[in-house]
């Protein structure tokens, strides 16, 4: 299982003006996103080996927008989080993927906000868990899908 945030892994900002990443602006709701051409690229790459679920508060507009902009599926699941989640979560997403993936599913979760809080969760998960951080001018690599590729094979290798 694969969560994919959109800002900061898709949705890029921060990039020097001069030496602009492949990608356009774009409108989505009012709201101007540069979308990464590159990490439409790379997330499709990694449709073949993970059940891909989009893991960021763009909720349904994911599918609204993405599909059209980076030409990838329409259709891919998302997560709809608790609009004030209050202090019992360390994190505001950490419920909605444990309830989607339960306790020992193995996930991986593609985000630029993995605080401390994800991070203890991660380590306490029976599932296998993979933490992936991007960087909001980057967004997602090919060194990202590599650590992913990397992390895949060894959960296949290893005895069920």
């Not at 993970?50 to 763009?58: I, L, N, P, T």
């Amino acid at each position: 299982m694969l969560f994919v945030d959109i800002d900061a892994v898709i949705s890029l900002w921060g990039f020097d003006s001069n030496d602009c990443p492949a990608g356009a602006f774009h409108n989505v709701d009012g709201v101007t996103h540069f979308l990464s051409s590159d990490a439409g690229k790379h997330l499709l790459g990694l449709l073949d080996r993970f059940e891909v679920a989009w893991c960021s508060g763009w909720e349904e507009k994911a599918d609204e927008h993405l599909p059209y902009a980076l030409a990838l599926p329409r259709g891919l699941a998302f997560l709809s989080f608790e609009r004030n989640p209050g202090r019992g979560h360390g994190h505001w997403k950490l419920a909605a993927i444990e309830a989607y993936a339960g306790p020992a599913r193995p996930l991986a979760w593609i985000d630029d906000a993995h605080d401390d809080a994800c991070h203890a969760w991660a380590a306490a998960r029976r599932g296998p868990t993979l933490l992936v951080a991007t960087a909001p001018a980057v967004g997602l690599s090919s060194a990202h899908v590599d650590e992913l590729d990397a992390w895949a094979d060894t959960l296949a290798a290893s005895p069920q």
